[in-house]
């Protein structure tokens, strides 16, 4: 039986290059189209079995949050993210954002085939390699030398220690700007900054490396006084 999907890409000649393939292997495809500010509102409004998210740079800012989107308003969607060989990171990044799959740029089509058919029976849709090797990073992650935390710290600027901070504290664009008194659209480039400065690709990520170095340990001698 053909899967309903919908093929999301950075480009959009591949998009319908691979939206054309699956057609004629049976699958019904209801659009195909390049990320754009309305590409997760396209997902939610048309809500196909399953999603494939094409991306060229899995390590980008905010790389997944069409994901987040997706999953928060269809969590029925499954979402297989089509990239490059990513770190064992950035697998852990698309999965943590709500991803059911990760399948490299260079799979043949009959690889992206049975990574959709897996998602839509809710299995994970990863090549064992790469599932082994994101696996072994988080429960073995490496030993990062003593001053790491210190090193990532001076990457920072004070204001965006307060930032990394209120991240993991949870708190979302609308309270960290409140908190600090600033406008939401500068909330969210401190937070972009910080991520980009981190190496990270979402929030999730920023906070746990923060914690896993000590960084916001560090962090809490060099926070600003509360803003007024």
Known sequence: MGVRLMVVDDHR??????????????????????????????????????????????????AFEP????????PQVAVVVLGPVPSPRGIAAAFAAGA???????????????AMV?????EAAVAPQL????????????????????RLLRMLTPR?????????????????AAGMGIAPSTART????????LGVGSRLEAAALAARTGL????????PPPSP
């Open 13 to 62: 000649l591949l998009a319908e290059a691979l939206a054309s393939a699956l057609k004629l292997r049976g699958h019904r495809v209801l659009a195909a189209a390049a990320p754009s500010a309305g590409a997760a509102e396209l997902v939610v409004s048309r809500a196909p079995e399953v999603c494939l998210l094409g991306t060229a740079a899995p390590a980008e800012p905010g």
């Open 67 to 74: 994901v987040v989107r997706i999953k928060k308003e269809r």
């Open 100 to 114: 059911s799959g990760y399948v490299r740029h260079d799979e043949r089509i009959e690889g992206v085939e049975r």
């Open 118 to 122: 897996k998602a839509r029976a809710g």
């Open 131 to 150: 599932l082994q090797g994101a696996f072994a990073e988080l429960l073995n992650p490496a030993a990062q030398p003593d001053d790491e935390g210190s």
């Open 160 to 176: 965006e220690v307060e930032v990394l901070v209120r991240v993991a504290d949870g708190e979302d664009t609308r309270l960290i």
């Open 190 to 197: 401190h937070v972009q900054r910080v991520l980009m400065k």
């Open 216 to 223: 916001l340990d560090r962090a809490a001698t060099h926070q």
